[in-house]
């Protein structure tokens, strides 16, 4: 049921590299862990679980002009968590093997769209996301507002985890959903 957190790592980096287009020159941007949320959120017969992920690193460099992107976002896989112990421990055992495939790692290649310098922006980050040892080309849409040359961004986007080769935490009982929906915010 964690599988979902990856994806926010994803989105956070895609927040970020929204930000950038309002500069002129290529740049460096490194996203601050302690200003990026990412969580997710799974449905199931008796409850939806809500949980979050840790940012570990994540370093770009985009070239506004060309909107291409280089770099990665990393997710510590381990760090999931949802508030129950043992359905966690699940999740990091047999879902995400987090000690097998310690990280989440969204790699962006270009950034669709343009920034507003000012207000309300929408654009969409494209790139790969590297999730229990395989890749998927992904494409996340992300809202930027911008204020006094200050970005907020938020991404939302869906793992399929299930489709990308994940278990299934069902049982005979409880019934999981096969989609992790990931929300990321971060501010820059």
């Given at each position: 049921m964690r599988l979902l957190p990856s994806a926010c790592q994803m989105k956070t980096i895609t927040m970020l590299l929204v930000?950038?287009?309002?500069?002129?020159?290529?740049?460096?941007?490194?996203?601050?862990?302690?200003?990026?949320?990412?969580?997710?959120?799974?449905?199931?017969?008796?409850?939806?679980?809500?949980?979050?992920?840790?940012?570990?690193?994540?370093?770009l460099r985009f070239d506004p002009a060309t909107?291409?992107?280089?770099?990665?976002?990393?997710?510590?896989?381990?760090?999931?968590?949802s508030g129950n112990?043992?359905?966690?421990?699940?999740?990091?055992?047999?879902?995400?093997?987090?000690?097998?495939?310690p990280e989440i790692v969204f790699r962006p290649d270009r950034v669709e769209g343009k920034l507003a310098g000012q207000g309300a922006s929408q654009v969409k980050l494209h790139g790969t996301f590297a999730i229990h040892g395989a890749e998927h080309?992904?494409?996340?849409?992300?809202e930027v507002q911008a204020?006094?040359?200050?970005?907020?961004?938020?991404?939302?986007?869906?793992?399929?985890?299930?489709?990308?080769?994940?278990?299934?935490?069902?049982?005979?009982i409880l019934r999981v959903d096969k989609i992790i929906a990931v929300t990321v915010h971060t501010q820059l």
């Open positions: 930000c950038t287009p309002v500069m002129a020159q290529p740049a460096l941007l490194k996203i601050d862990p302690a200003q990026t949320k990412v969580e997710f959120m799974v449905g199931s017969t008796l409850h939806t679980v809500h949980g979050t992920f840790a940012l570990k690193r994540s370093t909107g291409k992107v280089e770099g990665e976002v990393a997710i510590d896989a381990a760090s999931g968590e112990e043992s359905r966690d421990k699940k999740m990091h055992q047999e879902i995400l093997e987090s000690a097998k495939f080309e992904i494409t996340v849409p992300v204020a006094n040359g200050k970005y907020q961004a938020t991404a939302h986007f869906e793992v399929p985890f299930v489709q990308w080769g994940m278990k299934n935490p069902s049982t005979f």
